[in-house]
């Protein structure tokens, strides 16, 4: 688990989807000691945590361009291994090995999920906001797939960049 600090109160920001262009430009390196980094930290969590089914979810997803993101997959079934809620700041995978296939969803592209080949194993180097301390997440398994998937978002992409192809790509199921 990591150890969050306290955030102020959150606010529920409405979520982009594609083809908006602030998804597809690279996010800027900010500061986690800047009071309106803080913000947006609770502001991902609050946001995250009324979306159904969202296990994480990038600044620029809530249209900021910075290198923040908040991540929870804590439950979800898939998940083996997790660190609890937290926020990042400035992330950067380290390592990443053992490519495999899985499916994946997004609410920023909410009509479609696609099959995107990530590393199964991952190590991410970031900071907390508020503290400024900097995070080593060693993870594996679904844990994994998201952070990639959010990093992949702070680069300016969305899950359907890394499919392989049309073939991949399937509408979204909806449950009555």
Known sequence: MISMPELPTGHVLPVLATPHQVLATRCVEVDPLAPDVIQL????????????GCVGLAANQV?????????????????????????VVNPEILEATRNEKGREGCMSVPDFTGDVKRATRLTLKAFLPVTGVEVR????????????????HLDGFVFIDKVAGAHAIYPRQTYL
């Not at 609770?42 to 159904?52: E, G, H, I, K």
């Not at 908040?70 to 809620?85: D, F, I, T, Y």
């Not at 997440?137 to 992949?152: L, M, P």
């Open 63 to 87: 249209g900021v361009g910075w290198r923040v993101f908040s991540l929870n997959v804590s439950q979800h079934p898939k998940a083996r291994v997790h660190h609890g809620e937290f926020v």
């Open 137 to 152: 997440i060693e993870t594996d398994a679904f844990e994994a797939r998201a952070i990639q998937h959010e990093v992949d």
């Open 41 to 52: 930290a609770a502001d991902l969590l609050a946001t995250q945590r009324v979306s159904p």
